[in-house]
């Protein structure tokens, strides 16, 4: 049987703003309290989940997180009113488009798919 997986990008320019990974990691930023502790949880480096911020704090009008440097109380990073509103709306409409696979369409398409690709 045939599976349905959307992977919502949005777009700004040729940049991706958003995606299934820069969600991941806002909810991972907003859960840990730092870039770095949200990577570790992730898998991922630290100079990957700083280029990924990067590239959201660029791409939105207000950037998504913001950082406060140091190492005392007080220090690391947090997702802004925009972060965690541009979080919400993305699985927002990450959940709106996962129920396409009771769709007319999507049956039709099941129907001819194979199992496995054929020679």
């Known amino acids: ?12 320019g040729d940049e991706i703003a958003m995606g299934p990974g820069k969600a991941d990691l806002l909810a991972a930023i907003a859960r840990e309290g730092s870039i770095s502790a949200a990577t570790r949880a ?6 990957r989940g700083w280029m990924l911020v990067d590239t959201m704090n660029r791409c939105f009008a207000v950037p998504l997180v913001e950082t406060v440097p140091g ?3 007080g220090a690391g ?6 972060g965690g509103a541009a979080l919400v ?3 927002g409409l990450c959940d709106r488009t996962g129920g396409t696979e009771q769709s ?7 129907a001819v798919i ?6």
């Open 77 to 82: 990073a947090r997702l802004t009113a925009e």
């Open 42 to 47: 992730l898998g991922m480096s630290y100079r």
């Open 1 to 12: 049987m045939a599976r349905l997986k959307f992977k919502i990008q949005i777009m700004c």
């Open 71 to 73: 190492g005392g109380k």
């Open 89 to 91: 709306a993305y699985r």
């Open 104 to 110: 007319e369409e999507f049956a039709n398409l099941q």
């Open 114 to 119: 194979r199992l496995r690709p054929g020679a």
